[in-house]
């Protein structure tokens, strides 16, 4: 561990073995919480010793996997650069893509309930991620409440992104799915200042395929049929969205685009539901439920 790291990323990750928390460095550096809110799009707590709390950062290089399901859970991770995949796999050892994370998403909550993994999330590029120990996070939040409301935010986001593909598989064909896609994708890569209407695809047709409830095939019929419609202009892995619109009509022709395609406002630091939840929050008796996690 290097000095810069706080107390209790030292602590926490003390109660690994000592191969486990080599690998898990990228040669001593690490993030500040500052910087790590920035990445997460959420308020920075104006409190002067979280100035001295950092969290390490891992590289991860190209088809490795950063965890494996049934790993036993012990941090949370935010992807600063780069790209995922998040894949379930059944009993029959069927895989099943659940996302695509990329810079500012969270992983391995899924680990919390059980203490286990439940997904395996593999690096579609050489990516670099955040170690975000819970209990590291738990005794952050114990001491800064204030991080609480934050936190949930994140949550929820997560939350809010598993019913928007509920709706897309439930609601759309196979066309519209892969046009809510790109769309997704589009406004994903825009909020991090790349181009909307431009970018080559890092996951493979088959992994789109199995994120979208599709065959292979399918998915490449959906993209011919879009290029022949004039929406986007596919070659191989890149794809230029030449008529956002009709490509959004293709979804619903009233336009009715759902909130999870649509771009996402900047959030501002005196919103309205922040204020609630921050008012909310002296009616949950949430402490003692973090002094656990900071005590496990």
Request: with cysteine.
């Amino acid at each position: 561990m290097t000095a810069a790291l706080s107390y209790y990323d030292a602590l926490d990750f003390g109660s690994m073995d000592q191969g486990t928390a080599s690998t898990q460095e990228h040669e001593g550096a690490n993030l500040s919480v500052r910087d790590l809110t920035r990445l997460l799009h959420i308020d920075y707590p104006v409190e002067a010793w979280l100035a001295r709390t950092a969290f390490a950062l891992r590289r991860v290089r190209e088809g490795e996997a950063l965890v494996h399901a049934g790993d036993k859970f012990h941090s949370l991770y935010v992807v600063r650069s780069g790209c995922f995949k998040t894949v379930y796999t059944d009993f029959s050892g069927s895989e099943q893509v659940l996302g695509f994370p990329m810079c500012g998403d969270l992983m391995g909550a899924d680990g919390i309930d059980c203490g286990h993994y439940s997904s395996t999330a593999v690096s579609l590029d050489t990516s670099e991620v955040v170690i975000v120990p819970l209990a590291s996070l738990a005794r952050l939040v114990y001491e800064c409440p204030s991080l609480e409301a934050l936190l949930y935010r994140v949550l929820s986001r997560e939350l809010v992104r598993v019913q928007n593909m509920a709706w897309t598989l439930g609601t759309l064909g196979a066309e519209g799915r892969v046009a809510a896609f790109l769309l997704n994708l589009s406004a994903r890569l825009g909020a991090l200042g790349y181009s909307r209407s431009s970018f080559n695809l890092r996951m493979t047709r088959q992994e789109i395929g199995s994120y979208l409830g599709l065959k292979l095939e399918t998915v490449s019929r959906a993209l011919s049929a879009l290029n022949g419609a004039g929406c986007i202009q596919v070659h191989q892995r890149s794809i230029d969205i030449v008529d956002a619109d009709a490509l959004r009509g293709v979804i619903d022709p009233a336009a009715a685009v759902p909130a999870s395609i649509a771009p996402h406002p900047a959030p501002t630091a005196a919103r309205s539901g922040d204020r609630a939840a921050r008012n909310a929050r002296s009616r949950f008796a949430s402490g003692s439920a973090w002094r656990q996690f900071a005590a496990a």
